[in-house]
């Protein structure tokens, strides 16, 4: 059974940083592509980044970019989402998929991540 636990949540300060995990377990890391997306109140859920390919190819979504940054570890199958100068806007439930095909169709139950000004 494929699972996806995040973890690494909390509050932080504009300007602080927070370092997001995801757990995968009944699948391989390098199989999937991978990706980190997240739900502000009354807003749709919006992709963040994404890992995929036996390199660890990424890509972020412009309203991050340079600011987060995504990142495997193989061995733990884990996917990390290290987030820097966190601005308010990025207040939201944070949310690990995986996919092997066009859509991503396993998801993480999700983290909160609070900006306080």
């Known amino acids: ?3 996806l ?3 690494g949540g909390g509050l932080v300060q504009a ?8 757990a995968a377990s009944g699948l391989t890391l390098s199989s999937y592509a991978m990706g ?21 190819s990424t890509y972020h979504a412009d309203s991050v970019k ?6 495997r ?6 996917v990390y989402l ?3 100068s966190l601005k308010p806007e990025d ?15 396993v998801w993480g139950q999700g983290t909160q991540v609070t900006v306080s000004s």
């Open 36 to 56: 980190w997306f997240r739900q502000a109140p009354g807003k749709e859920r919006e992709f963040v980044a994404s890992i995929f390919g036996s390199g660890g």
């Open 15 to 22: 300007g602080g940083s927070l370092r997001l995990s995801c």
């Open 66 to 71: 340079g600011r987060f940054t995504i990142s």
């Open 82 to 84: 290290q987030m820097n």
């Open 1 to 3: 059974q494929v699972q």
């Open 5 to 7: 636990v995040e973890s």
């Open 73 to 78: 570890d193989n061995a733990k199958n884990t």
């Open 91 to 105: 207040t939201a439930v944070y949310y690990c998929a995986a996919r092997k095909t066009s859509r991503y169709d």
